[in-house]
């Protein structure tokens, strides 16, 4: 991409109008070194070089991803750094790629490490455009004890009656249909028809996976369609980054996943399973909606007699 066409994009002069003049007084009089970290972050660092580029400024650029491969180590020796991601959500790729160069640090004579992005949630950037908006959350202070009462009584039966619930709530059915409309309205309460996970299935497993996050991002748009899958989590603390649990109907049908779904994906760094009985909770299992036109199964790739094909 020639300098000028990149530089004409509007995030990247959001970033240089933003961080420009900041980073500059950072590097000064010293030589400085960009890396841009894959995918993401290497837009934002080719447009910032390119506009060092044209200032005269001895900055080198090179790449590396979250574990620091493809870091050309001879472009950041005796430099200041700047490291230059999209964002930073959890935090979690952030300390592991300051670890990573503060261990290079005194073996490459590094002078000094710092860290841009567009957007930053965790206040850990040393550079940064903007915060993402802080998500509107719910307290359960925020209820009182009728709608709790409500809940509760929709949890264990969701065909339960206004009237029904009225009459146990001392309120009239139109006040608890007004109050289950307010709650849903703010998102507080929502239905949805559950599959008795013990009707179906006879086992269990928890899965944790360490893998670089485009790779859990892959795993997370896979399996999140798939009719075993009734947990994922993604996590920024521990050796693994991503949670999976499944339920089934034997072993067998864990492993067929396991070996086809995750293990199959080229840059999984590791995997810890644990099998065990079902869960204790949830005891229903949200199951995604099938295409019976289709035959295809969600996840675009047929394992060993799912029971979506059954």
């Known amino acids: 991409m020639q300098k ?17 003049e900041e980073i ?44 620091g491969k493809g870091l050309e180590e001879d472009k950041v020796k005796g430099r200041k750094v700047l490291i230059i991601d999209n964002d930073i959500v959890t935090g979690k790729a952030y300390r592991i790629v300051m670890d990573l160069m503060r261990e290079k640090k005194e073996r490459l004579k590094i002078k000094d490490i710092k860290f841009a992005v567009l957007c930053d949630r965790t206040k850990m950037a040393d550079f940064s455009i903007e915060d993402y908006p802080v998500p509107i959350s719910w307290d359960l202070k925020n209820l009182d004890n009728i709608d709790l009462e409500i809940i509760k009584a929709l949890s264990q039966d969701g065909r339960k009656s206004f009237v029904e619930i009225a009459k146990e709530v001392k309120l009239t059915p139109v006040g608890v249909k007004n109050r289950v409309e307010k709650l849903i309205e703010n998102k507080m309460l929502s239905f949805y028809g559950l599959l008795n996970i013990e009707r179906f299935y006879s086992v269990s497993a928890f899965i944790g996976v360490g893998a670089a996050p485009k790779v859990v991002s892959k795993l997370i748009k896979k399996l999140e369609n798939c009719p075993l899958i009734y947990n994922l989590v993604k996590v920024s603390s521990g050796s693994h980054n991503l949670i999976i649990g499944i339920v089934a109907s034997d072993l ?45 199964c969600l996840c675009e790739r047929r394992c060993n007699e799912c029971e979506y094909f059954l």
């Open 4 to 20: 000028n066409t990149l530089l004409s994009h509007k995030p990247i002069k959001k970033f240089i109008d933003g961080l420009g």
């Open 24 to 67: 500059k007084k950072y590097f000064g009089q010293d030589k400085g070194a960009i890396i841009g970290l894959e995918d993401d972050g290497v837009f934002y660092a080719e447009g910032l070089y390119h506009w060092f580029s044209q200032q005269d400024k001895d900055i080198t650029f090179t790449v590396m991803d979250d574990y």
């Open 252 to 296: 067998k049908r864990i492993n067929d996943l396991i070996e086809k779904q995750i293990r199959s994906e080229p840059e999984i760094k590791y995997i810890h399973v644990n099998f065990g009985e079902l869960p204790i909770i949830p005891k229903g299992h949200l199951v995604p909606a099938f295409s019976e036109k289709s035959k295809k």
